[in-house]
């Protein structure tokens, strides 16, 4: 069955970077689109970023563009979120999820085929 599991999440300084990974197996990773969405405390699940299948087209969303950096490995099967610049209000879980197209996974969640189970992720001020 189809596995994303998330890895990178930790607390951290304001102003601190951090480095999430998704590492997936059991669906053909370099046909998927990835992606991060977040899910802060009593807050609605919210997209992040999404990178096509080949890399070549990324979609972030307004709140973290400039900060947030993603990248891919289809060699490794592996999915990463570059954060710099963190702040408080980065604070949430962390879910990579798997997509057909980047750029209907950046219209929301609802567009995600598979989802990991999210890794914590807490900016202090």
């Known amino acids: 069955q189809v596995q994303l599991v998330e890895s990178g999440g930790e607390l951290v300084q304001a102003g601190g970077s951090l480095r999430l990974s998704c590492a997936a197996s059991?669906?053909?990773?370099?046909?998927?689109?990835m992606g991060w969405f977040r899910q802060a405390p009593g807050k609605e699940r919210e997209f992040v970023v999404a990178i096509s299948w080949s890399g070549s087209s990324t979609y972030y969303a307004d709140s973290v563009k400039g900060r947030f950096t993603v990248s891919r490995d289809n060699a490794k099967n592996t999915v990463y979120l570059q954060m710099n610049s963190l702040k408080p209000e980065d604070t949430a879980v962390y879910y990579c999820?798997?997509?057909?197209?980047?750029?209907?996974?950046?219209?929301?969640?609802?567009?995600?085929?598979?989802w990991g189970q999210g890794t914590q992720v807490t900016v202090s001020s």
């Open positions: 059991g669906l053909t990773f370099s046909t998927y689109a």
């Open positions: 999820a798997a997509s057909k197209s980047a750029r209907a996974m950046s219209r929301g969640a609802h567009e995600c085929d598979y």
